[in-house]
C-alpha cells in the first residue's frame, strides 16, 4: 500500500503532467480551414459592422480570433494559459459553493474534457468560439456565486460575462444557470447585474440582421430541407444528437455524471467505479454495435432490431440516472437542482435542432454540455461528502480512459 505522501505525491505528478501535455499540445496547434479565413481580416469598425449585418454577431469573440491570428506564437501561448487556468476557475466555483475539492482533482476533471473535438473548424478559431467563452464563464460564475464583490471583481464580472455569453450556446446555459440561482435564493446585486448581461446579450444575438443572414445561407449550403422542418422535428434532431454522443460513443463527462449518481445513491466508492467501468462498456458496445446515430436518428425508412435496441438503450440510461438521484438521500430541493442541472446540460447543445448546421457543426456545439457535466460530478460527488482520496480512485479510471482518445489526438487520429 502507498504512503498518504506518496498517494500525494502521485496526485501532483498527474496534474503537472496534464498541465504539460497542454502546454506540448497547445505549442502543436495548427492552423486551417477558418483559421485562414481569420488570419486574411482586418480588425476594424467596418470589419465587425460587415459581420455584424451580414453573419454574425460574436463581435467579441472574433475580435479576438482575428488578434490572435496575427500572431501565432501568442496565440499559442494564450491558448495554454486558458486551458491551464480553466482548473483553477472550476477550483474557486466550487470552493465558493462549499464543494471540497483541490486544484489537482480540477485539472484531472477538465482533462477528461473531449479536446480533440475543438479541431473541426480550425483549431484557433474553434477554440477561441467554444474553450474560451466557456472558461470565461466559469470564472464569471465564481464570481456571482460569492457574497459580495470588490471593485476589481466588479471589473472583472462584466467583461467575462459579455464575452462568455457571446457565444449564443452559453448565453442560453448561463441563462438557465441564472434562473436556478435566483430559485435557490441567491439575492446579490452581481446575480442581477450577469443576468440583465446574459438577456441584453440574447436579445443582441436574436435581432442581429447577421444571423438571420446567416441562417439562410447555411440552409442553402448545408441543409435545404430545413426550411419545411417543424419546432418539433427541430427539437427532436437535436436531442438525438445530443443522446447519440453521450449514449452512443465513449463519452467519459457523462460516464463520471453516472458514478457521481451512483456515489450520491449508495455511498459507496465502489458503485461508482463500477458504475463508470459499467456505463464504458455499454458506450462502447452502443458504439460499436449499433453505430451511433446511424440506426437511432433521424428515422427514416423501417425500423430493424437496432432502433429498439437504441430507444431501450435510451430509456435505461434516463431511468437509471433519474431513478438514482430521486432515491438518494438528499433534500427536494437538492434534487430539483441536479436534475435542472442535467437537464440544462443536455438542452444547452439540443437548441443545435434549430440550426442549419446542427450536423455539419459536427460536435464542437457539445463543449458547453461537457464543461457543465465535469462540473456536476464534482458538485454531486461534493454533496455525497464523498472524501477526495475516494474521488481521486474515480479520477484515475477516468484518466485510464482518456488515455486513448489522447493518444489520438497526439497522433493525429481521429478519437471519436
Known amino acids: 500500500m502507498l504512503s498518504k505522501n506518496q498517494l500525494n505525491l502521485a496526485n501532483t505528478l498527474i496534474a503537472v503532467g496534464i498541465v504539460a501535455f497542454w502546454f506540448y499540445f497547445s505549442s502543436k496547434i ?9 488570419k486574411k481580416q482586418p480588425l ?24 490572435l491570428l496575427k500572431y501565432e506564437w501568442i496565440l499559442r501561448a494564450v491558448t495554454f494559459l ?7 476557475g472550476f477550483y474557486l466555483l466550487l ?8 486544484i489537482r482533482q480540477c485539472a484531472a476533471i477538465v482533462f477528461l474534457l473531449p479536446l480533440w473535438i475543438m479541431n473541426s473548424a480550425g483549431w484557433a478559431a474553434t477554440l477561441i468560439n467554444y474553450w474560451y467563452p466557456l472558461t470565461a464563464c466559469v470564472f464569471a460564475l465564481y464570481f456571482v456565486s460569492k457574497e459580495k464583490l470588490k471593485i476589481w471583481e466588479w ?60 441562417t439562410i445561407a447555411e440552409i442553402k449550403t448545408w441543409l435545404p430541407a430545413f426550411a419545411e422542418y417543424t419546432p418539433l422535428y427541430k427539437a427532436y434532431i437535436g ?5 447519440q454522443f453521450h449514449f452512443f460513443h465513449v463519452n467519459i463527462c457523462f460516464a463520471f455524471v453516472a458514478s457521481a449518481i451512483a456515489y450520491l445513491r449508495f455511498k459507496k466508492i465502489r458503485a461508482a467505479v463500477l458504475s ?53 438521500e438528499i433534500s427536494a430541493k437538492m434534487k430539483v437542482c441536479v436534475l435542472t442541472l442535467l437537464a440544462i446540460a443536455f438542452a444547452i447543445p439540443s437548441a443545435m435542432g434549430f440550426s442549419p448546421t446542427v450536423w455539419a457543426s459536427n460536435l464542437r ?52
Request: positive net charge; glycine residues 8%; hydrophobic residues 55%.
Open 30 to 38: 495548427g492552423i486551417f480551414s477558418d483559421d485562414l479565413f481569420f
Open 44 to 67: 476594424s469598425f467596418d470589419w465587425l459592422s460587415t459581420r455584424y449585418h451580414l453573419w454574425s454577431s460574436r463581435l467579441l469573440i472574433e475580435s479576438v480570433v482575428v488578434s
Open 82 to 88: 486558458i486551458i491551464a487556468i480553466t482548473p483553477i
Open 95 to 102: 470552493k465558493e459553493n462549499k464543494i471540497k475539492t483541490d
Open 155 to 214: 471589473a472583472l464580472l462584466i467583461p467575462l460575462t459579455l464575452f462568455g455569453v457571446n457565444l449564443e450556446l452559453n448565453c442560453i446555459g448561463v441563462l438557465g444557470l441564472l434562473c436556478l440561482m435566483l430559485w435557490k435564493g441567491h439575492r446579490s446585486p452581481q446575480v442581477y447585474v450577469a443576468f440583465l448581461l446574459t438577456a441584453a446579450s440574447l436579445a443582441f444575438i436574436l435581432t442581429a440582421p447577421g444571423n438571420h443572414a446567416r
Open 239 to 243: 436531442t438525438m444528437r445530443v443522446i
Open 276 to 328: 463508470l467501468i459499467a456505463v464504458t462498456i455499454l458506450q462502447y458496445l452502443s458504439y460499436t454495435k449499433l453505430k451511433g446515430m446511424v440506426p437511432f436518428a433521424p428515422f427514416e425508412g423501417a425500423w430493424h432490431t437496432k432502433q429498439y435496441l437504441a430507444i431501450a438503450l435510451t430509456l435505461l440510461w434516463g431511468g437509471v440516472l433519474l431513478w438514482g438521484v430521486l432515491t438518494a
Open 365 to 416: 456545439t457539445m463543449m458547453p454540455c461537457e464543461f457543465l457535466l465535469v462540473g456536476l460530478g464534482m458538485g454531486i460527488f461534493g454533496l455525497s461528502c464523498c472524501s477526495r482520496d475516494d474521488l481521486w480512485k474515480v479520477l484515475y479510471c477516468c484518466l485510464i480512459i482518456q488515455v486513448v482518445p489522447i493518444a489520438k489526438l497526439i497522433l493525429g487520429i481521429n478519437p471519436v
